[in-house]
């Protein structure tokens, strides 16, 4: 077996401030993806990457930047912060075509 | 592009009776298709995934069955229980996507007793 981690657990922020969040696994997995999760919206893809170094954007990603530092490791920065702003980002990984994709607990964002 | 369609928001049940949640998706070629189900204040995990082989994939009391002719793998279960209570969400994997995942807009369910 394996886990996914999301640090911070909770991240409160000001208006037009960049934030970072991470994810680790260690499932060895190949692909990693980044979501936004609003109530009513479902699961949308911020970014994804297929390996160490690669970037492929999702269907939500202005505003955001993400880096696969390693395979184990991928970050998601919010380069400016909107007032008022509330959602779950949760972190994903899996291997192959058809395969599970496993999810971290998800990091809650507020921006006041 | 690919798409999935999830077309209850909210179901509400009573305790017992029968569950069927929508999916109906657009793919050009044939794709897999996914449960995963999200209860409260937890992370999103499989609930069950459709095989190439046209068996019934079966978890914890759910099935789905993939109809390809009219693009449709609805989630069924004989009879709800109070922890069914979740977000569901039907997903696809399109042939040449690789290991993305198209998520549809999710079936908040609550079953009551």
């Known amino acids: 077996g394996g886990i996914i981690t999301q640090t911070p657990k909770f991240l409160i922020g000001q208006e037009g401030q960049k934030l970072t969040l991470k994810c680790q696994q260690n499932?060895?997995?190949?692909?990693m993806y980044w979501y936004r999760q609003d109530s009513g919206k479902g699961l949308r893809l911020i970014y994804y990457s297929i390996t160490e170094n690669d970037l492929q954007k999702g269907d939500l990603s202005e505003g955001y930047d993400a880096s696969r530092e390693k395979k184990s490791s991928f970050s998601l920065t919010v380069t400016s912060a909107q007032k008022n702003e509330m959602a779950v980002f949760l972190c994903?990984?899996?291997?192959?075509?058809?395969?599970?994709?496993?999810f971290g607990p998800g990091t809650r964002l507020l921006v006041l | 592009g690919d798409s999935v369609t999830q077309t209850e928001g909210l179901v509400t049940l009573t305790e017992g009776l029968p569950v069927m949640l929508n999916c109906t998706y657009q793919?050009?070629?044939?794709?897999?298709l996914f449960w995963y189900v999200q209860h409260l204040n937890e992370a999103p995990k499989l609930l069950l995934k459709?095989?190439?082989?046209?068996k019934r994939p079966e978890h914890q009391g759910f099935h789905a069955t993939l109809h390809k002719s009219s693009s449709s793998f609805h989630l069924q279960k004989s009879s709800a229980q109070l922890s069914d209570s979740a977000l569901y969400y039907c997903?696809?994997?399109?042939?040449?996507?690789?290991?993305?995942?198209?998520f549809g807009g999710g079936t908040r369910l609550t079953v009551r007793p």
């Open positions: 994903a990984s899996s291997n192959r075509r058809g395969a599970t994709q496993y």
């Open positions: 459709s095989f190439t082989d046209n």
């Open positions: 997903a696809l994997s399109a042939y040449n996507a690789g290991a993305k995942l198209t």
């Open positions: 793919s050009t070629y044939s794709p897999f």
């Open positions: 499932f060895n997995h190949d692909t």
